[in-house]
């Protein structure tokens, strides 16, 4: 590279705002989900003493991430993260509701453990409970690497910004993506492909609502489109699979698609050729 572009580089980093890596504050996810839940922990905890300094040392290294962005937090560092701390408890309920949730709904979950363990749903969920809360606190810039964190890991795009209930179930979630303004009720389960999105992606919408409003006990299958801000899948209602939805739909709706797939037979010709694999 020529000196004048690596001087060019100099100045861009030379004047960047957030020095710490992405890779600590994903540490620092994986640290609390760690601290939360024996099934993801790296070591034991031999006595309350031991976890209590285990959880300072996460406050810690919160304050210092936040403090390398404190000119544009709304307060100081050390107050976003004691209020973090402090949702803990609440995140933890929350997490062991959807865990159940996941567990009962799936008849191939053996145990809220093995959903905990292993469950790429319960994973991007969770991340995106502690984002939400940082969300709420008008953080900037760490709720998206974490929830982007969680996406790269699972596949599963969920925005900080939504406003998902309890019991919240993603069975497989490969593909799934929850826009910024989606409001989702309790017990909901979506299932992999389901995009809850907008219908446009104008900048002057940025502060509108335009993702859809989801109920409570709404089952939302594979590939299903539900879009647009005004948009209101009403409580008890199926979707199924494939489903594009523009339109609200009442309670206890049942909205499918169904595709026309022909199949015909013919007499094996005789100069077919039979293999295996």
């Known amino acids: 590279m020529n000196s004048q572009f690596?001087?060019?580089?100099?100045?861009?980093?030379h004047r960047a705002k957030h020095q710490v890596p992405a890779s600590a504050m994903c540490q620092l996810v994986e640290g609390v989900l760690q601290l939360?839940?024996?099934?993801?922990?790296d070591v034991r905890f031999e006595t309350v003493e031991e976890l209590e300094k285990y959880s300072n040392n996460l406050k810690v290294n919160m304050m210092r991430i936040l403090t390398s962005m404190e000119q544009d937090l709304p307060m100081r560092p050390e107050e976003v993260a004691e209020k973090m701390m402090q949702e803990l408890p609440h995140i933890y309920e929350l997490l062991l509701m959807d865990a159940e949730a996941i567990a009962a709904g799936d008849p191939a979950a053996q145990s809220r453990e093995e959903v905990i363990r292993t469950y790429p749903g319960f994973k991007a969920v969770a991340i995106y409970r502690?984002?939400?809360v940082l969300y709420r606190l008008r953080v900037p810039l760490l709720p998206r690497v974490l929830t982007e964190y969680a996406h790269a890991l699972t596949g599963i795009d969920i925005h900080p910004g939504a406003q998902?209930?309890?019991h919240f179930c993603i069975d497989h979630?490969?593909?799934v993506v929850i826009g910024e303004t989606c409001v989702i009720g309790n017990y909901v389960k979506v299932y992999?492909?389901?995009?809850?999105?907008?219908l446009s992606v104008d900048k002057a919408m940025a502060r509108i609502k335009r993702h859809p409003t989801i109920e409570h006990h709404v089952v939302i299958y594979a590939g299903a489109t539900i879009?647009?801000?005004?948009?209101v899948i009403g409580a008890h209602s199926?979707?199924?699979?494939?489903?594009?939805?523009?339109?609200?739909?009442p309670p206890y709706s049942r909205v499918y698609h169904q595709p026309q797939v022909n199949v015909r037979r013919s007499e094996e010709p005789v100069d077919a050729l039979n293999f295996s694999i």
Not at 227 to 231: A, D, E, H, I
Not at 238 to 249: A, P
Request: aromatic content about 6%; overall charge neutral; cysteine-free.
């Open 173 to 175: 979630g490969t593909g």
């Open 130 to 132: 502690m984002a939400h």
């Open 6 to 13: 690596l001087s060019t580089l100099f100045r861009s980093h």
């Open 36 to 41: 939360l839940f024996p099934p993801l922990a």
């Open 227 to 231: 879009l647009g801000g005004n948009t």
């Open 238 to 249: 199926i979707i199924g699979g494939n489903v594009w939805l523009t339109d609200s739909v």
């Open 192 to 198: 992999q492909g389901v995009t809850l999105g907008a």
């Open 164 to 166: 998902i209930g309890t």
